[in-house]
């Protein structure tokens, strides 16, 4: 009788593992995917069916960006994606991804990992569906998303449009150049506090005594990686509130040009001469039109919305050509911290762009001319009719 006890246990004890869940290490698992497991993910109606987990994304988030793969962010930008995403993450919002298909690669086989706000946010997944559709073969989904990323401590970064909020809405929070010293003081934006990363140790105490404070990080740019050291290097030290804003000076420069401080301060301030608004809203005044495009013409983006055809045959010089109906295919491509003047022949397509954009993307600094324009083909133009 103890002999078939004994032999009986170790049957059991034979067949008992294969009764638990599997649940391999992400190394094991072709190209690192942690495919959807009973005892980790557990897959929803309308789930994308590529997914990968955060040790895959890892190597795929740097600073400067990869050129071998694209990181999507599918959450809504101002409330979601500017406060805080994977860094080079562009942002196509799931509800407007029809009209940001022009900010996707052209190579269909390329690397496409899409992400968002976590294991209950379907919008990755749809974001994932629709690029197949597309013709897309290379497409991931992280799940856990944005949430587990920053739960592991790992870099967060931080738009253009958030910064400007932050100073805009007064919040307390730190703005660190990490740049040397002598090229902040060529130009830097205002309210920054210069610590260069080659400094950094020499001067902590400068950094604030509360660790839960926002620490926001920029230098020169997409290709520079002084910012990416000094915040690891803050988080090192305790900080828990640390961003990156990784498009830096350059991009800031470009959106606000009159929000410089330093060197450049006197040339941009010099410029950008207010708009000043005409009979219809949205449009904007004659008068006001010919003093921004005279005096700071790179303050402003002008569109022209006129076909292909009538733009080559003249427009005004520094215009960018998007005819009204392909607009909304190209909304996403407009700033959302520079003023965009859309113009035609006659002020009807730019005021229809106007409303496109403003139903589109709110956000966008959207003005139009309201009149009967000519281009001679010099670059220069002529308003035969104002209204």
């Not at 793969?69 to 809504?76: F, G, L, N």
């Not at 805009?168 to 260069?196: C, H, Q, T």
């Not at 301060?265 to 010919?290: L, R, Y």
């Given at each position: 009788m103890t002999n078939v006890r004994k032999t009986l246990l170790v049957a059991l004890a034979a067949a008992f593992p294969l009764a638990l869940p599997l649940a391999l290490p992400s190394s094991i698992l072709t190209g690192g995917e942690a495919l959807a497991q009973a005892s980790q993910l557990q897959p929803k109606e309308g789930w994308y069916r590529n997914l990968v987990d955060t040790d895959f994304v890892k190597p795929y988030v740097e600073i400067p960006p990869r050129k071998d793969?694209?990181?999507?962010?599918?959450?809504?930008a101002a409330r979601q994606y500017d406060p805080g995403h994977l860094p080079g993450a562009i942002n196509i919002p799931d509800s407007r991804f029809d009209q940001m298909t022009n900010l996707l690669p052209e190579d269909k086989a390329k690397l496409i990992i899409v992400y968002c706000g976590g294991l209950e946010c379907p919008l990755s997944h749809n974001v994932a569906h629709k690029l197949e559709k597309l013709g897309y073969t290379n497409i991931k989904v992280y799940p856990e998303g944005n949430p587990e990323w920053a739960k592991r401590g790992l870099a967060l970064?931080?738009?253009?449009?958030?910064?400007?909020?932050?100073?805009?809405?007064?919040?307390?929070?730190?703005?660190?150049?990490?740049?040397?010293?002598?090229?902040?003081?060529?130009?830097?934006?205002?309210?920054?506090?210069?610590?260069?990363?080659?400094?950094?140790?020499?001067?902590?105490?400068?950094?604030?005594?509360?660790k839960g404070m926002l620490l926001v990080y920029y230098?020169?740019?997409?290709?520079?990686?002084?910012?990416?050291?000094?915040?690891?290097?803050?988080?090192?030290?305790?900080?828990?509130?640390?961003?990156?804003?990784?498009?830096?000076?350059?991009?800031?420069?470009?959106?606000?040009?009159?929000?410089?401080?330093?060197?450049?301060?006197?040339?941009?301030?010099?410029?950008?001469?207010?708009?000043?608004?005409?009979?219809?809203?949205?449009?904007?005044?004659?008068?006001?039109?010919?003093?921004?495009?005279?005096?700071?013409?790179?303050?402003?983006?002008?569109?022209?919305?006129?076909?292909?055809?009538?733009?080559?045959?003249?427009?005004?010089?520094?215009?960018?050509?998007?005819?009204?109906?392909?607009?909304?295919k190209q909304v996403g491509t407009l700033p959302a911290g520079k003023p965009v003047i859309f113009f035609c022949g006659t002020g009807a397509r730019a005021g229809e762009a106007y409303d496109t954009v403003k139903l589109l993307r709110p956000e966008v600094q959207a003005w139009f001319v309201d009149a009967e324009m000519k281009f001679p083909g010099d670059g220069s133009y002529v308003f035969t009719k104002a209204k």
């Open positions: 793969v694209t990181i999507i962010d599918a959450r809504p970064a931080v738009s253009t449009a958030y910064v400007k909020k932050l100073m805009d809405d007064k919040e307390k929070f730190l703005l660190i150049d990490a740049r040397p010293k002598r090229v902040f003081d060529k130009g830097y934006i205002p309210g920054a506090l210069n610590i260069s990363d080659t400094d950094f140790e020499k001067n902590v105490d400068k950094l604030p005594a509360d230098c020169g740019g997409w290709e520079c990686v002084l910012s990416d050291k000094s915040a690891e290097k803050a988080r090192k030290l305790g900080y828990t509130n640390v961003r990156v804003y990784n498009a830096g000076f350059p991009e800031w420069a470009k959106a606000h040009p009159t929000l410089v401080a330093g060197g450049e301060a006197p040339a941009a301030a010099a410029k950008a001469p207010e708009i000043v608004g005409g009979k219809d809203k949205g449009s904007i005044a004659v008068a006001s039109f010919d003093k921004v495009v005279k005096e700071a013409p790179d303050s402003v983006m002008l569109v022209d919305t006129r076909d292909a055809k009538e733009f080559a045959a003249g427009t005004i010089k520094g215009a960018l050509n998007i005819p009204i109906n392909a607009l909304e």
